[in-house]
T-cell receptor
């Protein structure tokens, strides 16, 4: 079956702009996660959805970052007033139960 | 953010050799997972471990969940060129948080 998909695969923007990153989880997976991966590092947790609600958003770095999952399937990560330090690969993962999370290919965000 | 201590940082081996890498934490985890990441792709789940002391195999891969619940190792036997990539360990604390805590990764290069 289809895995987790993310769009766009690459996004280049200018400092101060607003961006939206989209994640389509594996069909039927109720849990959805966003992570951020900087070069040479492991993924770092941002936010976790169980259904439509954010069950844990403790990893969001500041209030410029926001994520939604209005219908319990597709999720959008929104970043306002982007900064050069936001440049990273943003990974989305989904799971049915337990700890086994399945990742998408990621969106590479570059802020100029 | 919090990360696991993964070692070695990189390995360069001859095809056919066995490989061992490990991961330690100051915190206890309920689940340990091992992922492999190729360039430009998201992490792919290799093995999940749910019980302290558990030893699990997946083909040429073998992983163990440490008795103290603070460590795990991954072995790859008879390495082949397609084993090249970055291997990440990840710990999962509880179903309430959902988040995985990742190590910094072990980069494996295999010389044919």
């Amino acid at each position: 079956g289809a895995g987790v998909s993310q769009t766009p695969s690459n996004k280049v923007t200018e400092k101060g702009k607003y961006v939206e990153l989209r994640c389509d989880p594996i069909s039927g997976h109720t849990a959805l996660y966003w992570y951020r991966q900087s070069l040479g590092q492991g993924p770092e947790f941002l936010i976790y959805f169980q259904g439509t609600g954010a069950a844990d958003d403790s990893g969001l770095p500041n209030d410029r970052f926001f994520a939604v999952r209005p219908e319990g399937s597709v999720s959008t990560l929104k970043i306002q007033r982007t900064e050069r330090g936001d440049s990273a690969v943003y990974l989305c993962a989904s799971s049915l139960q337990g700890a086994e999370q399945f990742f998408g290919p990621g969106t590479r965000l570059t802020v100029l | 953010g919090q990360q696991l201590n993964q070692s070695p940082q990189s390995m360069f081996i001859q095809e056919g050799e066995d490989v061992s890498m490990n991961c330690t934490s100051s915190s206890i985890f309920n689940t340990w997972l091992w992922y492999k990441q190729d360039p430009g792709e998201g992490p792919v789940l290799l093995i999940a471990l749910y019980k302290a002391g558990e030893l699990t195999s997946n083909g040429r891969l073998t992983a163990q969940f440490g008795i103290t619940r603070k460590d795990s190792f991954l072995n790859i036997s008879a390495s082949i060129p397609s084993d090249v990539g970055i291997y990440f360990c990840a710990g999962h604390g509880s179903s309430n948080t959902g988040k995985l805590i990742f190590g910094q990764g072990t980069t494996l290069q295999v010389k044919p």
